[in-house]
């Protein structure tokens, strides 16, 4: 039997209309991405992107959006992308375009991308902010994001001392 391998494109829906985030779903961005590609590529591209193709992850309120297709073709995806000008559910359309951040191999590598992209977007709120308000706010969230992999590995560590320690 045949693995077949897949890559995983993490993109970011920007938009100017903040209703545009809460109102898609899985469906209207699936849809979105089929007809990019069948006007990019034609029926040979489409054919090709859309034997595997799944949105695996969708978050309405970042706009995050983790596609996946095979990995012999995600260029023609990659490439049809941009080509996304609106986003259509419920017979409205909302304006908007897809920025790809990252391309993976795996889930967990988009992920850890994300996470990082996430921490750089905080830092650059930190930097722009106007009151101290807003400061402490963004400040909190940071070590938040921080802490909680120190406290991991502090955990996965202390249970490797635990182990030891047993085994004495």
Known sequence: MVRFK???????????????????????????AKDAVARTHGDYGLACC??????????????IVLLRCRKDFYRLLCSALPFITYLENRNQRYSCFFNTLHVGGTIRTCQKFLVQYNRKQLLLLLHNCT???ER???????????????????????????????TD
Do not use: M, W
């Open 6 to 32: 897949h890559r995983y494109l993490l993109c970011e829906i920007v938009s100017e209309d903040p209703r545009c985030r809460q109102c898609i779903d899985e469906r209207a961005v699936g849809a979105a």
């Open 50 to 63: 859309f034997i595997a193709f799944t949105v695996k992850y969708l978050n309405a309120y970042t706009g």
């Open 131 to 133: 009151s101290e308000e």
């Open 136 to 166: 402490q706010s963004i400040q909190k969230s940071l070590l938040s994001c921080c802490l909680k992999e120190v406290e991991e590995e502090q955990s996965q560590s202390g249970d490797e001392e635990d182990d030891t320690a047993e």
